[in-house]
């Protein structure tokens, strides 16, 4: 509840007062109907949003709906050399491997290379 302006005799009267308590100044009735209309269509069309914006989630993003939901990850470990290790993770990249970790490992040779685990999504079997 808010005060607001009589348009009569310009005194301070309650928004939801149906007169005014000083000159008596009858508020019209379709007058706070139409307010709460509108509000109640806004809230209407929000909500209407929100479902339609629910809905079409699957359709939008597919790893936002089904990262929760049974997804099957593959994994690869594999050392890559200092001298290949941008174009090897490129090549990686584009295969649709993300590196989850690297770390310094000596070979058989006594050289070091990073060692590196990537994993991807499974894609979906066909049956
Ligand atoms: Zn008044």
Same mark, same amino acid.
């Given at each position: 509840?808010?005060?607001?302006e009589c348009p009569e005799c310009n005194k301070?009267m309650?928004?939801? !007062?149906?007169t005014c308590p000083h000159c008596g100044w009858v508020?019209?009735?379709?007058? !706070?109907?139409?307010?709460?209309?509108?509000?109640?269509?806004?809230?209407? =069309?929000?909500?209407?949003?929100?479902?339609?914006?629910? @809905? =079409? @989630?699957?359709?939008? &993003?597919?790893?936002?709906?089904? !990262?929760?939901?049974?997804?099957?990850?593959?994994?690869?470990?594999?050392?890559? %050399? &200092?001298?290949?290790?941008?174009?090897?993770? &490129?090549?990686?990249? %584009?295969?649709?491997?993300?590196?989850?970790?690297?770390?310094?490992?000596?070979?058989?040779?006594?050289?070091?290379?990073?060692?590196?685990?990537? %994993?991807? %999504?499974?894609?979906?079997?066909?049956?």
């Amino acid at each position: 509840m808010s005060l607001v302006e009589c348009p009569e005799c310009n005194k301070e009267m309650s928004s939801t !007062a149906p007169t005014c308590p000083h000159c008596g100044w009858v508020r019209r009735f379709e007058e !706070a109907e139409r307010k709460d209309i509108s509000i109640g269509r806004i809230l209407f =069309a929000l909500s209407l949003c929100l479902i339609i914006f629910l @809905l =079409a @989630l699957p359709y939008f &993003d597919n790893s936002l709906v089904t !990262a929760n939901f049974g997804v099957k990850w593959e994994y690869k470990i594999t050392p890559i %050399k &200092d001298e290949n290790l941008e174009k090897e993770m &490129d090549k990686m990249g %584009k295969e649709g491997w993300e590196m989850i970790s690297a770390r310094r490992a000596s070979g058989y040779g006594g050289e070091f290379s990073y060692e590196m685990i990537f %994993k991807r %999504k499974m894609r979906e079997e066909r049956k």
